[in-house]
């Protein structure tokens, strides 16, 4: 496969993510499926889960997307700079006047919880000569963001009577979609139903309703048919592959693997120490292998004596603590040399070691996993013909 270097040069460490823009696309397609019809909101909040966002959008773009979700002005700039013209929600909104002029000139739609936000964007829209697409937030139970049920209709009528402004949707986020008991979210979309009837009774049309992120949208029926006028879905965690929950599958294309190799392999006496503090001591003669792959580059240190890394196929437990750009494996008397490809979770030739699993051991979620993959680790994209990438 022809390898292309995009940028800098990859570096000397060995550590990398491999990201599979195909199964970016296979699950896409597998949300659009499960969607039935529904508009799909693509989410890249957070460099696209720690995948990339732009790399991403172009995958999604490939595969018909029109809107995309990132969690500020900023992360929007970012793609529109790099060319990427589809449709981006704000979901964060924006908290000032430069911000504000900034979604207005970029063509953003900001996501609006409250009065300050919607004079915000009407002042920025009015400056511009221009009319302002919007969405609201509804807090239904997350008490997170989003504008109190009861002051919801209200504020959904003053977004519809602003001249600058246009209600592009309105939605909100379930906070236990993820769970096998679903009687809270239907409590939630409960409250949420009375917020639109509402709004409705006052003449205003919400335009897209959407509540469903990955979890809502994997569970399916039970949960779509408590808002069955919801015209759109925020699928996010599933784009990348990841569960979010273990009961929750649906056939799933992991897109992220963190792989590094073994840098050397010591001997170790029983009862020396590995490590900062000496946190693993063997308890007979054994090996240790040294990989490149540190708490710098996403490991947790509370991987540290409770995770694994797999080598060949085999799994070995993480010995003592993960340093900051190492970290070891006892590995016995398995045949394990310097050079050989090491997996902290993800795929390679050899099987799979999920980053759910991964998560597990380090007390955790995948989500952060995936995200804390440092900068320094070079991402490689393959799933495109006949060209592998690195950023």
Not at 11 to 23: H, Q, S, T, V
Not at 241 to 247: E, F, L, S
């Amino acid at each position: 496969m022809a390898f292309e270097r995009v940028g800098e040069a990859v570096g000397r460490r060995p550590a990398e993510a491999r990201i599979d823009l195909g199964a970016i696309r296979a699950n896409y397609a597998l949300a659009r499926a499960q969607a039935g019809g529904r508009a799909l909101i693509a989410v890249l909040k957070a460099d696209a889960y720690g995948h990339g966002a732009v790399p991403v959008a172009r995958a999604l773009a490939s595969e018909g997307c029109e809107r995309l979700a990132v969690l500020d002005v900023e992360e929007a700039s970012r793609l529109r700079d790099a060319g990427v013209g589809a449709s981006l929600l704000v979901l964060g909104g924006v908290h000032d006047r430069v911000e504000a002029a900034e979604a207005v000139a970029r063509r953003l739609v900001p996501v609006l919880y409250d009065r300050a936000g919607l004079a915000l964007v009407a002042d920025a829209a009015r400056a511009a000569g221009a009319r302002s697409p919007v969405q609201v937030e509804v807090d239904t139970g997350m008490r997170r963001m989003g504008v109190a049920p009861e002051d919801a209709p209200a504020l959904l009528a003053a977004v519809t009577d602003a001249p600058a402004l246009s209600l592009e949707g309105t939605f909100t986020h379930l906070a236990r979609a993820d769970e096998t008991d679903l009687e809270a979210s239907r409590a939630q979309l409960a409250v949420f139903r009375d917020v639109l009837a509402r709004a409705r009774a006052r003449g205003v049309a919400p335009g897209l309703v959407h509540f469903a992120n990955s979890a809502s949208l994997l569970q399916g029926a039970p949960l779509s048919d408590a808002l069955p006028d919801a015209d759109a879905v925020r699928p996010g965690l599933l784009l990348y592959g990841v569960r979010p929950a273990p009961h929750l599958a649906g056939g799933l294309r992991p897109a992220m693997t963190l792989c590094t190799r073994v840098l050397q392999v010591h001997r170790v006496r029983r009862g020396e120490g590995v490590g900062y503090n000496a946190r693993f001591r063997a308890e007979r003669d054994t090996r240790v292998a040294t990989l490149a792959l540190g708490y710098a580059d996403g490991v947790p240190i509370a991987a540290s004596g409770r995770g694994e890394v797999q080598i060949g196929g085999r799994r070995f437990p993480i010995a003592g603590r993960v340093s900051m750009d190492y970290l070891s494996v006892e590995i016995g008397d398995a045949r394990v040399a310097a050079g050989d490809d090491a997996l902290y979770f993800g795929a390679d030739a050899h099987g799979m070691l999920p980053v759910e699993d991964a998560a597990a051991a380090a007390g955790t979620l995948p989500y952060e996993l995936l995200v804390r993959v440092a900068a320094r680790v070079p991402r490689i994209y393959t799933g495109e013909p006949g060209r592998e990438t690195a950023f």
